[in-house]
C-alpha cells in the first residue's frame, strides 16, 4: 500500500492564481482531512469529508474548496491564492469514526506552498 | 470551543534519560480521544501513543508512556532511554466531539536530545 500520497511536494504560486492540492488514499478510509501548518500554530483542520460526495467545514475553511468525487481522492482548491495561505499543507485518512471508534489518522507527507 | 495546550515551546533532553513533555486539554465531551504526534525533520506525522478517555490505565508504547490525568484535563508523555532518533516536534491532540473523528492540535513542543 502507499498510503497517503500528496502532490505536488512544493509549490509556488503568485497572489490571484488557483491551483489544486491533490491527495489519495488506498486503505478504503472513509474519512478524510485537509489541515494547514503554520509555524508556532501546530495543525488546523480546513476541510474533512466522512464519505464519498459528504464534506464539511473545519476550523479555517476560508480560500478553499474540496470535494470528494470517490472514496480515494480529496482535492483541495485554492480559489485565488493569498500570501496568508503560505503553509504546509497535510491530508490526512482513517477508518470511519462513526463505524469503527476512534481510529489513527494516517498522515500524507505534506505540501509546502508559498505564494508570493 | 476546545482547546489544546502544550506549555513547552522546546525541550531538551541528554541521550539516554527521561523527559515529560506536558498537554493540557479543554473539552465538554464525556467521550474523546488523545493522541501524541511526533514530526521529525521530515516533515511526516507519525503517531506515537493513543489514549481513550474511558481507560483509566494510561496508555504505554515501549519507551512511550503517558500520564493521563483525566480531572486535571491533563495528558503528558515521557520518552524513556532517550535516544538521537527521538529528536522532533511533538504534537498533543484532542477529538474534536461528535462522530466525524477530527482533531484539534496544540502547537507543539520541540524536543531535542544531546549525545
Known amino acids: 500500500n502507499a498510503g497517503v500520497t500528496q502532490t505536488p511536494k512544493f509549490q509556488v504560486l503568485k497572489t490571484g492564481q488557483s491551483m489544486t492540492l491533490q491527495c489519495a488514499q488506498d486503505?478504503?478510509?472513509?474519512?478524510m482531512s485537509w489541515y494547514r501548518q503554520d509555524p508556532g500554530m501546530g495543525l488546523r483542520l480546513i476541510h474533512y469529508?466522512?464519505?464519498?460526495?459528504?464534506?464539511d467545514q473545519g476550523e479555517v475553511p476560508n480560500g478553499y474548496n474540496v470535494s470528494r468525487s470517490t472514496t480515494e481522492d480529496f482535492p483541495l482548491r485554492l480559489l485565488s491564492a493569498a500570501p496568508s495561505q503560505t503553509s504546509v499543507y497535510f491530508c490526512?485518512?482513517?477508518?470511519?469514526?462513526?463505524?469503527?471508534?476512534?481510529?489513527?489518522?494516517?498522515f500524507g507527507p505534506g505540501t509546502r506552498l508559498t505564494v508570493l | 470551543a476546545q482547546t489544546v495546550t502544550q506549555s513547552q515551546p522546546e525541550m531538551s533532553v541528554q541521550e539516554a534519560e527521561t523527559v515529560t513533555l506536558s498537554c493540557t486539554y479543554d473539552t465538554s465531551e464525556s467521550d474523546y480521544y488523545l493522541f501524541w504526534y511526533k514530526q521529525p525533520p521530515s516533515r511526516q506525522m507519525i503517531l506515537v501513543i493513543r489514549q481513550e478517555a474511558y481507560k483509566q490505565q494510561n496508555a504505554t508504547e515501549n519507551r512511550f508512556s503517558v500520564n493521563f490525568q483525566k480531572a486535571a484535563k491533563s495528558f503528558s508523555l515521557k520518552i524513556s532511554d532517550s535516544q538521537l532518533g527521538d529528536a522532533a516536534m511533538y504534537f498533543c491532540a484532542c477529538t474534536t466531539g461528535g462522530s466525524q473523528g477530527n482533531l484539534i492540535f496544540g502547537k507543539g513542543t520541540k524536543l531535542s536530545v544531546k549525545p
Open positions: 486503505m478504503n478510509h472513509e474519512y
Open positions: 469529508s466522512v464519505g464519498a460526495g459528504i464534506t
Open positions: 490526512a485518512s482513517s477508518y470511519a469514526p462513526f463505524r469503527y471508534g476512534e481510529h489513527e489518522q494516517f
